[in-house]
């Protein structure tokens, strides 16, 4: 009776790939969306909008003001 046990597939396992592909396909959307407005398309790693611009060798954030690559 061991063959109907395999042919159960894992619920939960499912759901957590599904949300994470659904995830990579938003942050893919919005970079896209973000270069088409003339920011680099990189998410803040302060605020997590994706609104960086480059100034020289920085990359600032419009929206909250943070800065990275100056270093
Ligand atoms: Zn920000």
């Given at each position: 009776?061991?063959?109907?046990?395999?042919?159960?597939?894992?619920?939960?396992?499912?759901?957590?790939?599904?949300?994470a592909r659904e995830?990579?396909?938003?942050?893919a959307f919005s970079?896209?969306?973000?270069?088409?407005?003339?920011?680099?398309?990189?998410?803040?790693?302060?605020?997590?909008?994706?609104?960086?611009?480059?100034?020289?060798?920085?990359?600032?954030?419009?929206?909250?003001g943070a800065t990275?690559?100056?270093?």
């Amino acid at each position: 009776m061991g063959a109907m046990e395999a042919a159960s597939p894992v619920g939960e396992n499912t759901d957590l790939a599904l949300s994470a592909r659904e995830f990579e396909d938003d942050l893919a959307f919005s970079s896209r969306m973000a270069k088409t407005k003339g920011y680099e398309g990189d998410p803040c790693s302060e605020c997590g909008h994706f609104t960086l611009v480059r100034g020289g060798t920085c990359l600032r954030c419009v929206s909250c003001g943070a800065t990275s690559g100056c270093s």
